[in-house]
């Protein structure tokens, strides 16, 4: 019996020694505007560890955070923030997906784009104020609590 409490006493020293890590979501922010005709929402471009977002990982758009211009695209993080602003800069009737965004900013599908479909979780925070809409027209939202909306937005 002392024996194999010596193996399972050792066995513990060991995986101490190892070091047991928690893994936490690094979060990064954006370091300039995506300018027409460029994109950080797939890529690297202006992210803080100029990587292209990926899952395990929270970003900010603290700047103006440009989709691509064709195909539907999907957010590969974990969360989008967007305190600046989310250009959605698709064809008429695309379509994307993010699976946490939490609007404290902007969120415009620009001029020419008459519906654009948002899949995912959106959330506006408390004393937050979005402001979601298309081309020139805005529509200002404040929330005083977590809302959930499903379907497209007009």
């Not at 020419?112 to 937050?128: Q, R």
């Not at 404040?142 to 959930?148: F, H, P, W, Y």
């Amino acid at each position: 019996m002392m024996c194999v409490k010596r193996v399972c006493l050792g066995f513990l020293m060991g995986l101490v020694s190892f070091g047991v890590h928690c893994v936490h979501a690094t979060e990064h922010t954006m370091t300039a505007d995506d300018a027409i005709n460029t994109s950080s929402f797939d890529s690297g471009l202006h992210w803080d560890d100029a990587q292209a977002p990926k899952a395990g990982d929270t970003y900010v758009a603290n700047k103006t955070l440009r989709t691509p211009v064709t195909g539907n695209p999907v957010f590969a993080g974990d969360r989008l923030t967007v305190t600046g602003q989310l250009l959605c800069k698709g064809t008429d009737n695309s379509a994307l997906t993010v699976s946490n965004l939490v609007l404290k900013g902007l969120m415009n599908n620009g001029i020419g784009s008459t519906l654009y479909k948002i899949y995912g979780n959106i959330s506006i925070p408390d004393g937050a104020t979005a402001t979601i809409g298309t081309g020139m027209r805005r529509t200002a939202v404040r929330c005083t609590s977590m809302r959930l909306f499903r379907g497209a937005v007009h």
